[in-house]
């Protein structure tokens, strides 16, 4: 089971926290230069596997993560949970998923709370972006591949707790008609 969805990481100012009584400069980069993230986050093991860019992410680059994903060789059939990106639900997509038997799972809409990988781009941006500096999109880009190449050494721990598969649940949950 894997949880796919793309993070789009811009080289621009991530303001942590700042109070200053006196005028404050920050530096920051120039230009919108972007960094794009198609990651499936494997559900049980925490494994990522991902495919990068630094245009756009398109339904090739979809069919590109289904085929690394297929490679894996798992013994057990692959279902992967998607949110509803336009690129995500394309013929194309359809096609390859078929024809490398893996099962698609759309998530209701507006609801990023349900797709944990949600959480480790969270977890990226706080370790990468908030209150950093790059001056160069090399070293912004590498930041980010170091991040997302170390979630079993680094920062196991902290995504053991931050990435479960524990849900809130209502047991007497109550709707009311609007």
């Not at 992410?57 to 060789?73: D, G, H, M, Q, R």
């Amino acid at each position: 089971m894997f949880f796919v969805d793309a993070a789009h990481f811009v080289l621009a100012p991530f303001l942590g926290f700042l109070w200053s009584v006196t005028r404050l400069f920050i530096r920051a980069p120039a230009g919108r230069k972007r960094f794009n993230v198609l990651g499936a986050l494997n559900a049980i093991t925490h494994e990522l596997i991902c495919v990068t860019n630094d245009t756009y992410i398109t339904a090739e680059s979809v069919c590109a993560l289904l085929y690394k994903l297929a490679a894996l060789n798992l013994a057990v059939p692959i279902s992967i949970f998607l949110d509803n990106a336009r690129y995500q639900k394309g013929a194309l997509v359809f096609a390859t998923a078929a024809s490398l038997y893996i099962e698609l799972y759309f998530l209701p809409a507006y609801s990023p709370n349900l797709n944990l990988i949600e959480r480790l781009w969270k977890f990226v941006k706080k370790q990468c972006l908030y209150s950093k500096y790059y001056s160069k999109f090399g070293a912004f880009k590498s930041a980010i591949v170091d991040c997302l190449s170390q979630p079993h050494s680094t920062h196991k721990a902290a995504l053991d707790s931050l990435i479960t598969l524990r849900f809130q649940m209502f047991d007497k949950a109550q709707f009311l008609p609007m």
